[in-house]
């Protein structure tokens, strides 16, 4: 479990926010839409081509029901990858920066977490407590790029 922080962070350039950054065990996500990002490479524009309405909802449904704890205990390949969190802020895709330094986010680089949807998309966003405030769309897994193996 991440050890709870406290970091400020402007809002709408106007205002600071403390937010509280850790997963509770127990709790069930909530989902919020008031950071989604509508600009940039990875806008979350509902009528792209590739947006799945049916299935971004779905996917929402499911997760919505399941604690953040069995959320953070789903792996792939055979257990040996986690299936959703962004481990390492550092490993980001220099857009992914770019985007979090032109939204004044880049101090939250750590508290960024990925919901999988399929094999390539993702569902990007900042936790606070149980809230998880939806930023990005990522349809091909450039947010967070990862090397395939044995390729």
Known sequence: MRKKKVIKTPVNNQKQVNLKIAYRDTGYPVFRFDRIDKS???AFD?????FSHKDFLDK?????????FEIMRQTHD???SKH???????????QAKLRLKNLALEDMADSLFSFA???????????NGEDFH????????????SKKKHT
């Not at 509902?46 to 590739?50: P, Q, R, V, W, Y």
């Not at 929402?60 to 953040?68: E, H, P, Q, V």
């Not at 949807?117 to 936790?127: D, E, S, Y």
């Open 40 to 42: 940039g490479d990875f």
């Open 46 to 50: 509902t009528s792209k081509e590739n």
């Open 60 to 68: 929402m449904i499911a997760y919505s029901n399941m604690t953040w």
């Open 78 to 80: 055979a257990g040996k």
């Open 84 to 94: 959703h969190y962004l481990s390492n802020p550092e490993k980001l895709s220099k």
């Open 117 to 127: 949807f399929n094999n390539t998309l993702r569902i990007i966003g900042l936790v």
């Open 134 to 145: 939806v930023l990005w769309y990522n349809a091909n897994h450039e947010v967070y790029p």
